[in-house]
């Protein structure tokens, strides 16, 4: 059977949530995957392939999922890839930007070209920001600022993308 390490970036749990969606959609599909944070991750070992999820912030990949691209760049490049990234908060903001974004934020790492990518509409609740979030979300330049809490992100489309990725990983 085949194994998938499905390792995520997270700051406040929506991105470590789809993580865990897309692990168990591939577990259902016969796909013997499991969700675990990006930073607890040290070796590859025992996974045939790696599927990244992200978030992007200012069009950057979480730092800890830029981490593990170093730290494992050798053993991803034995591996089947797949990345996802949450982007923008909102549907109607559209996801051709964060598109861009994602594959200019991979251009950047040595990850290699991954078989399958999926962007998706996130979530954004401003009491679980960290104090610096709040601070920044708080200026009147923000695109954050006065945003009320919401959660946008379309488990379908997520469940989706996971059954079309589960058969490119078998």
Sequence with gaps: MTQVLVAYGSRYGTTREVAESVAATLQERGVSA?????????????????????????????????????????????RTLAVFALGPIKAEDGLDASREQLFTALAKTPAPTPVATGVFVGAYDPARLGLRDRLLAALPASPLHGEPAHDERDWEAIRRWAIELSDRLH
């Design 34 to 78: 499991e969700a675990k944070p990006a930073r607890e991750v040290r070796s590859l070992d025992g996974y045939d392939g790696v599927v990244l999820g992200t978030p992007l912030y200012m069009g950057m990949v979480h730092r800890d999922v830029r981490a593990l691209l170093e730290r494992n760049r050798e053993a991803l490049a034995e």
